[in-house]
RNA sequence: GCCGCUGUGGUGGAAUGGUAGACACGUCAGACUUAAAAUCUGAUGGGCCUUAUAGCCCGUACCGGUUCGAGUCCGGUCAGCGGUACCA
């Protein structure tokens, strides 16, 4: 008996491979041509792998090998994003070291991700928790700080006082804690910033060339978010001193400023109110710092505000306009203060509505009484001249270029450029992180040097916040307090720690040599290696890690530490992988079963779930069998509160390694987004089943007798060749659910073969081996091979053993098939010939003499279609 | 609101502007079996018509356009999903 057995074949394989070091990168041959194949590593968290890691891994490993027996040299790792918030939750309440839990969740990651045969090479594992890992996190930190891209600001952080604890964003729901529910509020704290403001021009024009996706760098340039317009300085009508200065993309509507609003902050605040508004001006600046940020943003869809007293001159007419604060000027965009045009701005035009505030049209071209007129490419200025220029009747962008031009030569303004970018708030008040390699001597910042690192996380008996917002670190008086090692003053660590996009920003450069003493990579290695030459991972990261590893690329590249400008050259995103298909219908609170869409709130309406079975399609949707009560199909995101997530695990245990890999990649494109379906998983199953009995007999376990080592016939080579170009084009271009669907097709046609080359099923198995590595690597063996496959040369396919004898033309009548015909190869492109031949056709003839042939079209090899009327 | 993605059989999906539904799943029928599972064979978008062969009509979310020919290109509409939120 030898059916297919892949719990016995896997972990063989597996082992084979691991003991053998098969996939351990050659790291001396520079004459190879090399490839870098990334996947975004993981978090590894308790819950252990799901089914959405292994198909970003799945399609890397694929391309991984195939590039390897291509003759390419490459490197494919993995390693461990294991700094952050879970495991120091655990530890609260716990007592558990994060180390200990970090290292047991790791392990059981790398466990899983070697039981589903991933050709890493794992001796270049990398942890960012591992001290000599982040010594270099940190050293390039200190590149940061030198390069004085690193500061310290009081910023405000999500403070709770009821935990006595700061919270990241994700802890805070709805301006409550998370846990427990407590209110949180914006509580300024000593914060280390990273100005990656200074490189925004540099993220913006660099994506261009970039090969990523439309969407992603669609995402990144909105997120940057440049914007071009003017600073514009107002004079103040009773102080002298001081002016406001705005930022505005619209300087052409400066006419038709009518007021000014502040941030609540803005430093002129103060000056600003009169002694009649102080108080309202109080309150309204108290009720601001209680906000959440969620409040004073969008959903409170009414806006507020106040006025000071104050009145500023507009600069252009001489107009006094009176100044308010409200919070919907936020002072951390531009220069937290704004002219207000409310004829052609939205907001500027609710809040003049709301508070009674003058509205003038300055730009022709629609009715400032119903709404603001914001339309630049048709508005035409008016209104807006002095005794020295006029813009008016002229269109918006040369309006703008006009009266900037002027305001600058007053020395009233200039054109300015703007970033909705803000800098990086770099540091957490957490223990479970990088510490920074920074001490203060005698109050002051000041960086260790190099041969001070790493600076390590001391123990500690409790993992508690220390309820003054500070990290639980600043209550380990023994290792705050040290001394200065250039000067032997005594000294205070920083006690805050580094967020967890710092490990993740620069570990593909690690990776190219993770034992290098002497700085992060090692020059020479990376020249070689870099950039990375396909980057996998899922949309999640679009924005945020994407855009900081690219951001300490560019500094590291500055700093002559990289080579590359940018560090990814290609990016996928692998689609989210969703649970089973769900079904529900609906009943109501007396228990009849509705149609949910009669209800506008779904919360009274109790959903019940139907199998598949109890399910059937009417008209446009589905309905409970035999009856008209409306039913929704739709699959959800995996989550454990739904009880859909699906466990690799389970998958490896009952189908194998090599069905998993397959039906991930089968279930559609990569990128897509896509439902879970066991079933998909049996029927991949099914299929690598045939292939072993196309060659194996389950009885004996030897070969089929009608495989023989004899010479392929013609009609066998065409078969194999097809597939060979079908599978090499799609993996090339990342079309792995077409290629297997190849694959299939051939083993389906060489099923049917009374006589099976050996040679054409090696081929077969070289061509199957990237996507179910062991079932290949057992099949090589058994066709007699003593070496892995893993290196074989990838077929070559040759065109002329392609062609048929006759080719196939579909003869349309009107843009609809009416008759096929096949023609002799060598007459195919004759025009005369084919076009003789559809007509003779039965069924086109018979379409002929019912009109007149007005028109004939031939398109070689594809179709005839004759145009009767 | 804005930005992005996606709409094709019962399901996942395939289709350089050229025969829509490859390949799978499911379902149905048959073979094997005492029986079931597994396996194998066949059918399977909807409809009309015929004893049958054959043939015809409709069909890629919806409306319109370009073209000899549109799932594919262009304009508009709708729906679902994801992101974002007063950025002056």
Redesign the pocket.
Known sequence: MSEYKPSEIEPRWQKFWEDKKIFKTDDQDREKPKYYVLDMFPYPSSNGLHVGHPEGYTATDILARYKRMKGFNVLHPMGWDAFGLPAEQYAVKTGTHPRTTTEKNVDRFREQLKSLGFSYDWDREVNTTDPDYFKWTQWIFLKLYERGLAYQADVPVNWCPELGTVLANEEVIDGKSEVGGFPVIRKPMRQWMLKITEYADRLLEDLDDLDW???VK??QR?WI?R?E?AEIDFHLKDISEDKIR?????PDTLFGATYM?L?PEHPLVKKLTTEEQQAKVDAYLQEAEKKS?LE???L?????GVFTGGYAINPVNGEEIPVWI????????????????PGH????W??ARQFGLPIVEVIKGGNIDEAAFTDTENGVVVNSSNDEISINDMPVDEAKKKITKWLSDKGLGEASV???L?DWLFSRQRYWGEPFPIIFVDGKPKPLSPDQLPVTLPEVEKYEPSGTGESPLATIDSWVNTTDPETGKPAKRETNTMPQWAGSCWYYLRYIDPEYKQGPVDPEKEKYWMPVDLYVGG??H??LHLLYARFWHKVLYDAGVVSTKEPFHRLVNQ??ILGE?EYHAFKDAKGNWVNPEDFENRDELQAVKLE??E???KGEG?VKKSTDIPVE???Y?MSKSRGNVVNPDVVVEKYGADSLRLYEM????L?????W?M??V??????L??VW?MMINEETGEFNPEVKDTEATPAQLKVLHETIKKVTEDIEGL?F??A???L??F??EA??WETKPVSVLKTFVLLLSPYAPHMAEELWEKLGEKDTLAYEPWPKYNESLMVDQTK???I?I???????IEVPMDKHKDKDFVLTKAKEEP?VA??LAQGNLI?E?F?P???V?L?VK
């Open positions: 996706p439309d969407s669609e995402l909105n978010g914007s317009g705005v930022f505005t993309t619209r609003v941030a940020d004073r943003s969008a409170s869809k009414k806006k507020s409200a919070d919907y000027v936020l002072m951390s965009y531009g220069t937290g203060a704004i002219m207000a045009v701005d939205e907001r500027d609710e809040f703007n970033y909705k803000r949309a999640e679009a924005v689609g989210m298909m598949e079975s399910v059937e399609k589905f199909a739709r699959s995101k089968f279930m559609g494109p990128e897509q987004v896509k439902p379906s079933r998909g049996e029927g991949v199953y099914r299929f089943n045939r009995r079309r659910n077409t297997i669907s190849a299939m097709i083993n389906n099923m049917k196939h033309y579909a349309q009107n843009g609809k098939v009416r008759g096929e069924g018979k379409y028109k079209i398109v090899g594809r179709i279609n145009v």
